[in-house]
């Protein structure tokens, strides 16, 4: 069972940056596809962006330009690099597994960390 620890929101005025971090537990990290997603309230989980094994990456029309996925599988961690925050980007950011570049996410959820972008 893989396990994922997200960090690193907060809140933060309309322009700024964050640098959300996801942790795995294991040490099979580098074998998945890893996808960020967020949920705002009242709305439903989407994906923001995902990277594949081999580095491939791909992003949500609402962050692209703007945002940058990575990881680092000797750490087993997956980053994602926020910039110009927008209020209508404040939600719960969850990071997961996913079948593909596109999504479909599958296994455990951690337990999202919270970023919040006002004035």
């Known amino acids: 069972q893989v396990e994922f620890v997200e960090s690193g929101g907060g809140l933060v005025q309309p322009g700024g940056s964050l640098r959300l971090s996801c942790a795995a537990s294991?040490?099979?990290?580098?074998?998945?596809?890893m996808g960020w997603y967020r949920q705002a309230p009242g709305k439903q989980r989407e994906l923001v962006a995902a990277?594949?094994?081999?580095?491939?990456?791909n992003y949500a029309d609402s962050v692209k330009g703007r945002s940058t996925i990575s990881r680092d599988n000797a750490k087993n961690t997956v980053y994602l690099q926020m910039n110009g925050l927008k209020p209508e980007d404040t939600a719960v950011y969850y990071c997961?597994?996913?079948?593909?570049?596109?999504?479909?996410?599958?296994?455990?959820w951690g337990q999202g960390t919270q970023v919040t972008v006002s004035s």
């Open positions: 997961t597994r996913v079948s593909t570049i596109v999504g479909g996410p599958f296994g455990s």
């Open positions: 990277i594949t094994t081999g580095g491939s990456t």
């Open positions: 294991g040490n099979i990290f580098s074998i998945y596809h």
